[in-house]
């Protein structure tokens, strides 16, 4: 664990210096010019996607914390790929990811009513409640009812299908290919080197929000991923706010990030006042020494969060206290369950409370973000029907949608590659 109550200056930021980038040398490398919205409109593409990117590269699917115990288990379903994922922790206190598929007749081993189920198993095996074949939680076909029937079965073939799975600080990821085209220490590459070391698995206390939005996946990736719209769109939950500043913008492989700043932030309502000031001075108030490495340098009270982009669908948002009492982080993702519906999954994770006034606080933060995500996935199936109206081809981008333009720039050098 970290220690949370000290305040030393988090170490390595001079290895990461270079990666903050302005304005100018982002329009540099990623142009000016609109993105057309073919991508988004047209099915082929989708499909394309799927094959291309969503069965091929690192998938964060569950965490460390929802898993904590031997024989804990999570069922992710994973449309996008056709497939029923199962997350658990074997006996050894491995995690180790399968396809949910039964290899007598491909029943789902675990049977899963809705998009994420969690479990347990017992004495390490799961049990398919078909025709009841047995199965250790690493992997391996341990018994099966009446199996001289079978007349001759090769049980050590028939252990469940197993996907590459590996862990960055807490975030479980899988990858479908088998095998990857590469590790994902080295998927994260850099990216995963700056965001190292925050403190997330201590952020056990999670409260989650999702809706299914009638819209391609990528309508609402962008639409939390730039902050252009936080005047208008959020006027109603983020009063006062005159806008958010992007800044030290950083490109890394195919994932990015930036800094975000909150403008008129003094003009915050009362509430909210209230809730900072009731954390102010203890363990959730801003610690902006929990940041990675050159974020916020100069220690603006005005930063909001580093929003770091991991490719192709799910983003962090580093609040380490600043502006949002009692938070840690929270996370973004968008699964897509067809080319035109989506599943939008947002998560703050908190450390637990420790009194009534942190627990005040993070209820706040949540109604805060109830308030904004409902704003936010209000626009996406307005977009997605406007972009399908056919009436425009391009998207217009300014500074603060970058990562809308590189995120289109790296889809469509997967969907080329
Ligand atoms: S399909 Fe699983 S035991 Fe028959
Ligand atoms: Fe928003």
């Known amino acids: 664990?970290?220690?949370?109550?000290?305040?030393?200056?988090?170490?390595?930021?001079?290895?990461?210096?270079?990666?903050?980038?302005?304005?100018?040398?982002?329009?540099?490398?990623?142009?000016?010019?609109?993105?057309?919205?073919?991508?988004?409109?047209?099915?082929?593409?989708?499909?394309?996607?799927?094959?291309?990117?969503?069965?091929?590269?690192?998938?964060?699917?569950?965490?460390?914390?929802?898993?904590?115990e031997k024989g804990d288990y999570k069922v992710k379903e994973l449309q996008v790929a056709d497939t029923?994922?199962?997350?658990?922790?074997?006996?050894?206190?491995?995690?180790?990811?399968f396809h949910n598929v039964c290899t007598h007749r491909g029943n789902k081993v675990?049977?899963?009513?809705?998009?994420?189920t969690f479990g347990k198993a017992r004495a390490n095996v799961v049990s398919c409640r078909f025709h009841g074949w047995v199965f250790s939680t690493d992997g391996p076909l341990r018994s099966v009812p009446m199996e001289e029937a079978f007349g001759k079965l090769d049980k050590a073939c028939l252990g469940l299908r197993e996907i590459a799975?590996?862990?960055?600080?807490?975030?479980?990821?899988?990858?479908?290919?088998?095998?990857p085209e590469q590790s994902l220490a080295d998927f994260l590459g850099d990216f995963g080197k700056l965001f190292a070391g925050y403190p997330y698995a201590e952020a056990t206390s999670a409260f989650r929000y999702s809706t299914v939005l009638e819209c391609n996946w990528k309508v609402a990736l962008y639409a939390f991923s730039e902050g252009y719209h936080v005047p208008t769109i959020h006027a109603g939950s983020l009063p006062g706010f005159s806008g958010v500043e992007h800044s030290d913008f950083k490109l890394i492989g195919p994932h990015a990030s930036s800094t975000i700043y909150g403008l008129g932030m003094e003009a915050a309502s009362s509430t909210a006042v209230f809730a900072?000031?009731?954390?102010a001075n203890d363990h959730h108030g801003p610690r902006p020494d929990l940041l990675p490495p050159g974020i916020n340098p100069t220690g603006r009270q005005?930063?909001?969060?580093?929003?770091?982009?991991?490719?192709?669908?799910?983003?962090?948002?580093?609040a380490a206290g600043c502006g949002y009492p009692g938070i840690a982080f929270f996370t973004h993702q968008f699964w897509p369950l067809d080319h035109g519906r989506t599943l939008w999954e947002g998560i703050n994770y908190f450390r637990p409370a420790r009194n009534a006034a942190e627990r005040v606080a993070q209820m706040h933060t949540n109604a805060l973000h109830r308030n904004a995500w409902l704003e936010d996935t209000a626009t996406m199936e307005d977009t997605y029907q406007g972009i399908r109206a056919g009436v425009i081809d391009e998207m217009q981008l300014m500074d603060q949608e970058f990562l809308i333009r590189h995120a289109a720039r790296n889809f469509d050098a997967h969907l080329a590659g």
């Open 1 to 68: 664990m970290n220690d949370l109550s000290g305040t030393t200056p988090r170490k390595g930021s001079e290895a990461f210096s270079h990666l903050g980038r302005s304005v100018e040398a982002i329009r540099a490398e990623l142009g000016i010019e609109p993105v057309p919205v073919e991508a988004i409109r047209d099915p082929a593409v989708y499909e394309l996607e799927r094959e291309k990117i969503f069965r091929r590269t690192w998938l964060k699917v569950a965490t460390d914390w929802e898993i904590p």
């Open 84 to 97: 029923s994922v199962l997350i658990v922790r074997g006996k050894d206190g491995v995690v180790r990811a």
């Open 110 to 116: 675990v049977p899963n009513s809705d998009f994420e």
């Open 165 to 179: 799975c590996e862990t960055w600080e807490g975030f479980i990821f899988i990858n479908l290919a088998d095998p």
């Open 276 to 279: 900072s000031r009731l954390v």
């Open 302 to 318: 005005d930063f909001q969060f580093e929003l770091p982009n991991i490719f192709p669908n799910f983003l962090i948002h580093l």
